[in-house]
């Protein structure tokens, strides 16, 4: 039995409308809504962010000149994408593993091939002289291989477009390039914007 003060104290309470409990259910569906959304969000960009750095790493490398061995097609710090292939032809350009490092050289002859380079620059495979419209000078450049030089199975022989500073396959040093040493065929240029485009 509640005494008359408890009875008063009671009575005394304001009773909340039912508006304001609609307000106050609604404010907390939308605190709730809202941490789903944010973590839903969150998950969403994360699984997006790891599919763009998978599709970057594995298909489509992205990568940054340097140096000049490949001027005029590719300047330094361009940046270029690459795209992952079994096979690569003459003319292509192509990035590969050389001592932890990342070379980019144009493909010139392929297994089986026979490469021969003149005193002037010109190269010839299997006794054919190559049409090079992306070199702007000829050179035989750092070479101390037997020319002619067969292409040994399972690699290609490249060269820089800058024949005259480029260290490539005419060299020793780096020789033939290993079909599972290679990163990729290069396709585009992204940067600069006014260099931007395929790259032949």
């Keep these: 039995m509640m005494s008359q003060k408890e009875t008063d104290s009671i009575k005394g309470l304001a009773v909340p409308s039912v508006e304001l409990l609609e307000a106050e259910l609604k404010k907390e569906q939308y605190k709730s809504n809202y941490s789903r959304v944010l973590k839903s969000t969150v998950f969403s960009l994360l699984v997006v962010a790891a599919v763009a750095v ?89 070479c101390n291989i037997d020319l002619p030089y067969q292409v040994p199975d399972g690699k290609c022989f490249v060269m820089g477009d800058h024949r005259a500073v480029s260290i490539d396959s005419r060299n020793k040093s780096i020789g033939c390039v290993s079909n599972d040493m290679v990163v990729g065929k290069i396709l585009f240029r992204v940067w600069p914007l006014s260099g931007l485009g395929i790259v032949d």
């Design 54 to 142: 998978l599709i970057a790493v594995l298909l489509l490398p992205v990568l940054q000149i340097s140096g000049t061995s490949m001027t005029e097609t590719l300047q330094d710090e361009d940046i270029v994408v690459a795209v992952n292939g079994s096979s690569y032809r003459t003319g292509d350009v192509i990035a590969f593993y050389y001592n932890n490092n990342i070379l980019i050289k144009r493909v010139i002859a392929s297994a089986g091939d026979w490469v021969d380079i003149d005193d002037e620059g010109n190269v010839f495979v299997n006794e054919e002289q190559l049409d090079e419209p992306y070199i702007s000078e000829k050179a035989l450049g750092e």
